[in-house]
């Protein structure tokens, strides 16, 4: 199973405007962009879910741009992908139109099902909040003169 571009994104965007939004201040669309080498057309593609999912939020205005529309701790990795990939598990063979007949006997259904909620459990364990502050060990601070 591979996250698609979207997802990975995502997670890169969201942790770029909990980096650069302290005390709630707006992110640009284009300096979002250009931090993650995303083209701004792209970017618009991922912000449109976060925004309608309420991750974040859109200022508009010469001074506009996006923010966490809650705090970053309460947003999850596994919030992200279900965002993006719709609900996570490594098959489909136990969930609404693809139950299989074999479902109730069948020993690796079981198994797919228990790593699928162990990676669930571990994708919600982990938030953009905790995320960002390991960020802050790989980047110098930018210093404005």
């Known amino acids: 199973m591979k996250l698609s571009t979207k997802s990975r994104y995502g997670l890169r965007v969201l942790l770029q405007i909990a980096a650069d939004s302290a005390e709630n201040r707006v992110v640009p669309g284009h300096k979002l962009a250009e931090k993650q ?17 309420g991750i974040v939020s859109t200022v508009r205005g ?17 919030d992200i992908i279900e965002l993006f990939e719709g609900e996570f598990g490594l098959v489909k ?9 074999r479902r109730d006997h069948c020993v690796a259904a079981r198994v797919w099902q228990e790593l ?6 571990k994708a ?20 404005i003169i």
């Open 37 to 53: 080498a995303i083209s701004e057309p792209y970017l618009e593609q991922i912000m449109i879910p976060l925004k309608n999912s």
């Open 62 to 78: 010469c001074r506009g741009g996006y923010r966490l529309n809650r705090p970053a701790a309460a947003i999850s990795v596994l």
């Open 93 to 101: 063979c136990r969930d609404g139109q693809h139950v299989c007949a």
């Open 116 to 121: 699928s909620g162990a990676l669930r459990e």
């Open 124 to 143: 919600r364990s982990i938030n953009i909040a905790a995320l960002a502050e390991e960020e802050k060990k790989y980047h110098q601070p930018e210093f």
